[in-house]
């Protein structure tokens, strides 16, 4: 088998296309919902909180000497970061939950008897027919 051959194998098998599918999904879901927390759910959280914007928050550790940037400590960043984490979680959460309820359903579901087969038939006739002696 030549190599390219095994490669195509590899990268069609199902589960490594579905997982494609599902990191891409999951960075534009992600991009969704960075631009929901950045700018629809921090903006009135910082207004309630007095005007603060998280991303902004920052401690200077140096000043700026020259050329040389200041350096400074991003604790707004990190904050903001867990906040879309939170939401994301969440989120993918209450899609698990979901989808774990629909699995429930179906599974709940009973499913009709089956005919039985041609062996069982005759064989229940044979024992009837040596009950009725």
Known sequence: MSLMSEFKEFAMRGNVVDL??????????????????AD????????????????NL?????????????????YGKFIQSIVDFTIIAFAIFMLVKG??????????????PKAPSNEE?????IRDLLKQR
Do not use: C, H, Y
């Not at 903006?43 to 309630?48: A, D, Q, R, V």
């Not at 920052?58 to 991003?74: C, E, F, I, R, S």
């Open 58 to 74: 920052a401690v200077t550790m140096k000043d700026a000497a020259g050329a040389a940037p200041a350096v400074l400590w991003n």
């Open 121 to 125: 038939v005759l064989l229940t006739q």
């Open 20 to 37: 494609a599918v599902g990191i891409v999904i999951g960075g534009a879901f992600g991009k969704i919902v960075s631009s929901f927390v």
């Open 99 to 112: 989808m774990n309820a629909l699995r429930k359903t179906e599974e709940a579901k009973p499913e009709a």
């Open 40 to 55: 629809v759910l921090m903006p009135p959280i910082g207004l309630m909180l007095g005007g603060v914007d998280f991303s």
